[in-house]
């Protein structure tokens, strides 16, 4: 199912394959990597008003994660590209 908005360049099919470059410094504004809890997403980097980080996603349909004290989070890298696949 297509949960991305038409038009937006940060979205990712499953027919797709990110490219992750692990060793990019990510800084706010870049697409990333990222893993909460163990689950992974990719998302926009932001940052709250108290300097906290905060995932957007492409899609309006879906609310930003903001990561909370408790939640394992880790940035695995800055994606820098996809590939679609066709088979």
């Given amino acids: 199912r297509d949960h991305?908005?038409?038009g937006v360049q940060t979205c990712a099919l499953p027919i797709y394959v990110v490219i992750v470059d692990r060793s990019q410094e990510?800084?706010?504004g870049d697409i990333?990597?990222?893993s909460l809890d163990g689950e992974f997403?990719?998302?926009t980097l932001a940052k709250n008003k108290n300097g906290s980080p905060r995932l957007l996603p492409?899609?309006?349909a879906f609310s930003p994660i903001e990561v909370l004290k408790g939640v394992q989070f880790q940035?695995?890298?800055v994606v820098t590209g996809a590939?679609?696949?066709f088979k």
């Fill in 75 to 77: 940035i695995w890298g």
């Fill in 83 to 85: 590939v679609r696949k």
């Fill in 32 to 34: 990333v990597l990222a």
């Fill in 41 to 43: 997403t990719v998302k």
């Fill in 26 to 28: 990510a800084s706010i």
């Fill in 4 to 6: 991305c908005v038409t």
């Fill in 58 to 60: 492409a899609n309006e």
